[in-house]
């Protein structure tokens, strides 16, 4: 997970300051280094909320039961005899 949240600093960094250099080239307007700042590290945050959700989501997906036979379990579907 750490080096998808660096790859995702570094990419943000570069495409949000490209971002930015292609508005002043073109409209005469400057975006100010704060808000760079703070659109890198919302690119950031978000996209390690979403690697954390896709780890959690690949590891309850490798989980097994504990019994693969119903007549061991607990609950509505288990057959009185």
Same mark, same amino acid.
């Given at each position: 997970? !750490?080096?998808a949240?660096?790859?995702? &600093? &570094?990419i943000? /960094? *570069?495409? *949000?300051?490209?971002?930015?250099e $292609?508005? =002043?080239? =073109? /409209?005469? *307007?400057?975006?100010?280094? =704060?808000?760079? %700042? ?7 945050? %978000? /996209?390690?909320? =979403?690697?954390?959700?896709?780890? &959690?989501?690949?590891? $309850?997906?490798?989980?097994?039961? &504990? /019994?693969?036979?119903?007549? +061991?379990?607990?609950?509505? +579907? !288990? !057959?009185?005899?």
């Open positions: 997970m !750490k080096h949240v660096w790859i995702t &600093l &570094l943000a /960094s *570069v495409v *949000v300051n490209i971002a930015a $292609l508005v =002043f080239y =073109f /409209s005469g *307007v400057t975006i100010a280094i =704060f808000y760079r %700042i703070v659109l890198i590290t919302g690119i950031t945050i %978000i /996209s390690a909320i =979403f690697v954390g959700a896709i780890l &959690l989501v690949g590891v $309850l997906e490798g989980e097994k039961p &504990l /019994s693969g036979n119903v007549r +061991d379990t607990l609950g509505a +579907d !288990k !057959k009185t005899e």
